[in-house]
């Protein structure tokens, strides 16, 4: 074996004749296909619980850039049809192309006009699909999606999750992100299927709080989206009721009149 | 006048190639076993669907998937995978049915099986599976494969994250290999087979973090495939 | 028949000696055997008229439908091979999504009617093809407003107020040229529309028809959809109680 076989050459075993290194400058990636290797611009959890009657999903409005805390009010969520909504925690980027497809083909839908709509449940498929096809490639969507809907036809909730290697799952909670770490298991502590919307919506703003607390990539605005009988709906940013910061803000204001 | 000194003997610096790699597999855990008899077979699996970590995602993830009504297939390994298996064998499963006008047999699953992993072999479905039911003669039948096709026929297997647990106790008491003494008839009874795949699944829950939840029990005889749910730890 | 076109209608790649195309006038033809199209483009939104003739009783109602949409905002009506057609909407669709896809809002109706209608001309420049044997209405609201416009099988697009095509193309443009475009809103015009409809219809040649009724427009909150059964039903009765007094 020659000494060219060496890609990085130990101690002692420096082959002194060979051809010149290339330089650290003269280094250039190779025409390999650009991938996504690591989310770039990302959002932290989603969680959801099903309730008597519906669906409820919260999550943050930040989309962070690695630690710096970038895009501060970004709908995470999004509504698809009439009965579907998808919240998504990873890269933004790879979620706005997955609504671009997602709107063509609810618009597909429509255009054929057979008074036949997709399913939420459909969606959650073709979503599995769509990631599990391109973690096959070697070439993910970096996302966590949870899909949510509710059916007025059958009076059914659906709540779903798909990651990027296309696992998927139908579940009565789900979270993702940090919250699968810090709400799955508060989630798993106070949820019952009996509970009322507004008992729902208490939990989910305690887990986004509790999140916000410990979740660096975190923020304390939040949205949250139902699918229940009254149809599809996602709130307006609201701030979380946190611990009061005030303390901070005077002292940064003493620290202005020194 | 001199040059400055050059270190010529040192290596130029290496650039790493610093591209981390998307890793395409994730191990979802998991395990399922199977025991067959003469006129029957037995098929448990855990529920539990890990994140390939120390996480659950879900606690109501069945690893068993009927195919025909002599034949089920239990997988463990990678969740995605698995779906993906189980929709091209269930595509095929009925194209078969249309074109020969009978349901594929529990034996020519077991070899398509093989067939469409081994085609997958230099990307596998990261899949470990137990094709299991009666053969066309009644008789119990299982295949125990790797993931990439190799098989073959058994009279009791496990696979997946608690098959290093289970499987010394079926060669145990199912194939009751090495015993001094063998008492009573050989073959278990079908009941026998469904207790003991109780035992075994819930001891591999004791251990195998990736294990528990809940069971399946299947049982597959003349009358056909026969469910049951069966309670594991939840921690 | 023969001799009409004395060797220069074989192909659409040669012209006759007085500069006509013979394979297009032919399918001028095709467009002109079909049901009647009309089309008001009003200042609320544009409405599509069809009298879909029914070859057979056993027809269920929503078959072989000469109105499409497009995207939301996009709708088509049909004069012609219905196949041909087919063809064309799939096409528009594709260039709808296409748009979106690029430009990341829906795409003008000019736009696509113009990419349509050369998608249409393509089919008159070559000896191995033939031209479509339809004309199509393209309608819809965009950032201009109400927009409606007529693509023939030459491969002409042209924006209009009112069109009309196939059989009874020349009495509805008749009762076309007396609309006030600019003052008519859209619920006006379903009903006008539906009235020519039911007058130019040929009781004698043809066999039953239905009418098929689509439109866009501000009530319909810019989508292009068929116009509701409440809408559709007492314009329909209207314009038969019209027939009917014209009769006696």
């Known amino acids: ?258 | ?235 | 028949m023969t001799s009409v076109g004395s060797g220069y209608d074989l192909s659409v790649s040669t012209f006759s000696p007085d500069g006509k195309i013979f394979q297009i006038e032919y399918a001028n033809k095709a467009v002109e055997n079909s049901g009647t199209v009309v089309a008001i483009r009003a200042k609320d939104g544009v409405v599509i008229g069809v009298e879909k003739i029914i070859p057979s009783k056993m027809l269920e109602s929503t078959s072989n439908r000469r109105i499409h949409s497009i995207d939301l905002h996009v709708g088509i009506g049909i004069a012609g091979f219905l196949t041909d057609a087919r063809q064309l909407v799939l096409r528009a669709r594709d260039e709808a999504k296409q748009y979106k896809q690029v430009y990341g809002q829906p795409i003008p109706i000019k736009v696509l009617s113009q990419r349509i209608a050369s998608f249409c001309h393509a089919f008159t420049l070559y000896g191995s093809v033939r031209p479509f044997g339809c004309s199509i209405t393209v309608v819809g609201i965009d950032s201009y407003g109400p927009q409606l416009f007529l693509i023939e099988p030459s491969g002409s697009c042209i924006g209009y107020f009112g069109t009309a095509m196939g059989k009874g193309k020349q009495a509805a443009k008749n009762e076309l040229e007396k609309v006030k475009f600019a003052d008519i809103t859209c619920r006006e015009a379903i009903k006008l529309v539906s009235k020519i409809i039911y007058s130019v219809h040929d009781e004698v040649k043809d066999k039953d028809f239905e009418l098929e009724l689509s439109w866009i427009s501000t009530e319909s909150n810019n989508v292009h959809q068929m116009v509701p059964a409440p809408l559709k039903d007492e314009a329909e009765t209207l314009a038969k109680q019209a027939l009917e007094e014209a009769n006696m």
């Open chain 2, 1 to 235: 006048m001199m040059e400055p000194l050059r270190l010529t003997a040192l290596p130029a610096k290496e650039v790493p190639m610093r591209q981390a790699r998307f890793e395409p597999y994730v191990d979802n855990g998991g395990t399922v076993l199977a025991i067959a008899g003469s006129d029957y077979c037995v098929i448990a699996g855990d529920t539990r669907m890990s994140d390939g970590g120390y996480g659950i995602q879900t606690r109501q993830y069945t690893k068993i998937f009927q195919l025909t009504n002599k034949c089920v297939i239990a997988t463990s390994g990678m969740q995605a995978d698995t779906l993906a298996l189980r929709k091209r064998l269930e595509t095929v499963l009925s194209r078969y049915q249309k074109e020969h006008g009978k349901p594929m047999s529990t034996p020519a699953i077991s070899q398509y099986l093989s067939n469409t992993l081994y085609q997958k072999r230099f990307f596998p479905y990261y899949t470990f599976n137990l094709v299991c039911g009666v053969d066309e003669d009644g008789v119990g039948c299982i295949w125990t494969y790797d993931a990439v096709g190799s098989h073959e026929r058994v009279k009791m297997s496990s696979q997946g994250s608690g098959n290093q647990l289970v499987q010394p106790l079926l060669d145990n008491q199912v194939g009751k290999f090495n015993q001094r003494i063998v008492d009573g008839p050989r073959e278990l009874s079908s009941e026998q087979a469904v207790s003991l795949a109780k035992d075994a699944i819930t001891s591999a829950g004791e251990r195998d973090i990736y294990t528990g939840d809940f069971a399946d029990i299947v049982v597959i005889n003349s009358t056909g495939v026969h469910w049951e749910k069966f309670n594991l730890k939840l921690d």
């Open chain 1, 1 to 258: 074996m020659s000494s060219k076989h060496f890609r990085f050459p130990v101690f002692g075993q420096v082959d002194y004749f060979g051809q010149p290194q290339h330089s650290a400058a003269s280094y250039t990636p190779s025409e390999e296909k650009q991938r996504t290797t690591d989310p770039i611009v990302t959002g932290s959890s989603v969680i959801a619980i099903k309730y008597n009657g519906g669906v409820v999903m919260g999550c943050d409005t930040l989309c962070s850039y690695g630690s710096l805390a970038r895009f501060n009010n970004i709908q995470r969520v999004k509504q698809f049809g009439p009965k579907t909504i998808v919240g998504y925690s990873g890269e933004h980027s790879d979620f706005q192309s997955i609504t671009q497809l997602l709107d063509d083909l609810v618009i597909d839908d429509q255009c054929i006009d057979d008074k036949s709509q997709l399913s939420t449940e459909e969606i959650w498929n073709y979503l599995a699909r769509v990631l599990y096809n391109r973690r096959n490639k070697v070439d993910p969507l970096w996302n966590n999606l949870v899909v949510m809907g509710f059916d007025k036809k059958t009076d059914k909730s659906f709540l779903g999750k798909v990651d990027l290697y296309g696992t998927c799952f139908k579940d009565d909670y789900i979270a993702t992100g940090y919250g699968q770490h810090i709400a799955l298991p508060l989630l798993r502590k106070a949820y019952s299927p009996d509970m009322t919307l507004e008992q729902a919506q208490k939990l989910i703003t305690d887990c986004l709080r509790v999140l916000f607390y410990r979740d660096a990539r975190s923020s304390k605005r939040v949205q949250l989206s139902y699918a229940n009988a009254n149809g599809m709906e996602i709130s307006a940013p609201i701030e979380l009721e946190t611990y009061n910061w005030d303390i901070g803000e005077a002292a940064v204001k003493s620290f202005d009149q020194v």
